[in-house]
């Protein structure tokens, strides 16, 4: 019953188009921003912003920009890593080699660069599609593998390959604490996630279903495969780019290549998997169940004072993690954002049957 629509009319067309158009909904989406803005920041521990948060949020943005790629083009790729490395070295050059960078600019042009990385790898999607293009987009993985471990100029001439940032600061605000550096990434998060729904909206996000859909009916009626496709590689390598400058400068602050490894390529892709394809929402569900259940279920035996050695419960994390992944698949292959879904619309008629 508080669920329910009655008695609120759509008197115009952009209260029809609106992204959530159910007053519940603004009200349930207002006060998680209050909590995440207000409430968290004077109420979260060091530990939680360290370990939870900053990564839950770096790793939905990266998992959005990737299914924008992924769930709404329906263009295969397992180069996220490299991607994200990309982003971050190219923000590391612009940071050292220009002085006076600002911290928001190094980001933006490091994702610009990862964007023109990701259209040069996505132009084979013009010819190959499926398991094909997945490897080629493997490719720019390994490429960009040996490229950050053998050049040394993108390392600025680092004798150990590994680099460092600090004194990160916004209009003169210090990023230092771990509320500054959780308040940063919400922030940033929250404009790209807004952004890229009110993308997905517009007729190139339209047309990015199109060609998921059936590449070859969207071809026939007037849709350019060609821009579509290497839009997609760009807007999700651009997001993509700056989550992985937020992960290298802000959640790590020294990074070496074997940070952005083929390991987070699949870790993004299971994210969007499990999340949800074709869902802004999924990926953030996505998110919290590749980084927040294995802490929770890493902490069950302490609180439940059971005598594990520290082996064993890793090893049955592990074994955990990977079964609940396969019953989630199993029972809604659609994703997390399909179950919230269909869990809203029985909400809008309980307690009535239909």
């Known amino acids: 019953?508080?669920?329910?629509?009655?008695?609120?009319?759509?008197?115009?067309?952009?209260?029809?188009?609106?992204?959530?158009?159910?007053?519940?909904?603004?009200?349930?989406?207002?006060?998680?921003?209050?909590?995440?803005?207000?409430?968290?920041?004077?109420?979260?521990?060091?530990?939680?912003?360290?370990?939870?948060?900053?990564?839950?949020?770096?790793?939905?943005?990266?998992?959005?920009?990737?299914?924008?790629?992924?769930?709404?083009c329906g263009q295969i790729?397992?180069?996220?890593?490299?991607?994200?490395?990309?982003?971050?070295?190219?923000?590391?050059?612009?940071?050292?080699?220009i002085d006076g960078m600002p911290l928001i600019a190094a980001m933006l042009l490091g994702g610009l660069t990862a964007t023109v990385v990701g259209v040069l790898f996505g132009v084979p999607s013009l010819r190959i599609k499926g398991l094909y293009l997945a490897v080629a987009t493997l490719a720019a993985q390994f490429f960009t593998d040996w490229a950050f471990l053998r050049i040394?100029?993108?390392?600025?001439?680092?004798?150990?390959?590994?680099?460092?940032?600090?004194?990160?600061?916004?209009?003169?605000?210090?990023?230092?604490?771990?509320?500054?550096?959780?308040?940063?990434?919400?922030?940033?998060?929250c404009v790209f996630a807004l952004a890229a729904k009110n993308l997905t909206r517009t007729a190139t996000g339209r047309q990015w279903m199109a060609i998921r859909d059936m590449d070859v009916a969207a071809a026939v009626i007037g849709i350019r495969p060609v821009y579509a496709k290497l839009t997609a590689f760009a807007v999700s390598s651009?997001?993509?780019?700056?989550?992985?400058?937020?992960w290298a400068f802000v959640h790590l602050g020294a990074w070496e290549p074997a940070a952005f490894s083929i390991d987070r390529s699949f870790q993004l892709l299971f994210m969007v998997i499990i999340g949800g394809l074709g869902s802004i929402m999924g990926a953030f569900f996505g998110a919290a169940f590749i980084v927040v259940l294995p802490i929770i279920l890493d902490q069950v035996p302490h609180w439940f004072d059971i005598p594990l050695s520290t082996a064993t419960t890793s090893h049955l994390v592990h074994m955990i993690f990977g079964a609940l992944i396969v019953f989630f698949l199993i029972v809604e292959p659609h994703g997390l954002a399909k179950l919230?879904?269909?869990?809203?619309?029985?909400?809008?008629?309980w307690p009535f049957p239909h």
Do not use: H
């Not at 603004?26 to 909590?35: D, N, Q, S, T, W």
């Not at 790729?77 to 490299?82: E, M, V």
């Not at 209009?171 to 604490?177: A, D, K, Q």
């Not at 919230?340 to 008629?349: A, D, N, P, V, Y």
């Open 1 to 72: 019953m508080l669920y329910r629509e009655n008695g609120q009319f759509k008197t115009s067309y952009a209260a029809d188009q609106q992204i959530f158009p159910i007053a519940q909904d603004r009200i349930a989406i207002g006060l998680l921003l209050l909590v995440a803005f207000v409430v968290m920041p004077m109420a979260g521990s060091e530990y939680l912003f360290r370990a939870v948060l900053i990564p839950f949020l770096i790793l939905a943005l990266a998992a959005l920009g990737l299914n924008i790629l992924v769930g709404y």
């Open 77 to 97: 790729s397992l180069g996220t890593g490299a991607f994200m490395a990309v982003g971050a070295y190219a923000a590391y050059n612009f940071m050292v080699r």
């Open 152 to 189: 040394s100029w993108f390392t600025n001439n680092s004798t150990s390959g590994s680099v460092s940032v600090a004194g990160l600061n916004v209009f003169g605000v210090p990023i230092e604490s771990p509320v500054a550096k959780y308040l940063f990434c919400l922030t940033v998060v």
């Open 238 to 246: 651009f997001i993509v780019g700056v989550a992985g400058v937020l």
């Open 340 to 349: 919230w879904s269909i869990g809203k619309q029985k909400l809008r008629l």
